[in-house]
């Protein structure tokens, strides 16, 4: 599958998840997607924010915060993150006609 102009953007971009162990500035930040998003299946790419290979394992289980995270605390935390992604993409121009 090819990557979608989104998932392009993340490239050069700061990590807007930030978690414990963040790593900004650093250039591993990658395109994340909202796991499942109660859908049982992967989000689309809309649904999606800017996160550092940190901040990305965390919420998709590869790592572990001590203590840790609750639940609806960390999706939260997702939900905030792909809002100031979104603006990030409308101040970029990825999202078209909308209005913010």
């Known amino acids: 599958m090819a990557d979608s102009k989104f998932t392009k953007s993340a490239q050069g971009k700061p990590c807007q998840l930030m978690l414990e162990g963040c790593m900004p500035e ?38 572990q915060a001590d203590p840790p995270y609750e ?19 409308h101040r970029n121009g990825l999202l078209g006609c909308l209005k913010l």
Do not use: P, S
Request: charged share 20%.
């Open 26 to 63: 650093n250039n591993t930040v990658v395109f994340c997607h909202l796991n499942g998003a109660g859908m049982g299946m992967k989000a689309l790419d809309i649904h999606g924010m800017y996160a550092c290979v940190n901040c990305h394992d965390l919420i998709d289980g590869r790592r």
């Open 71 to 89: 639940k609806e605390w960390l999706e939260l935390q997702q939900l905030r993150a792909v809002i100031r992604t979104q603006r990030i993409m």
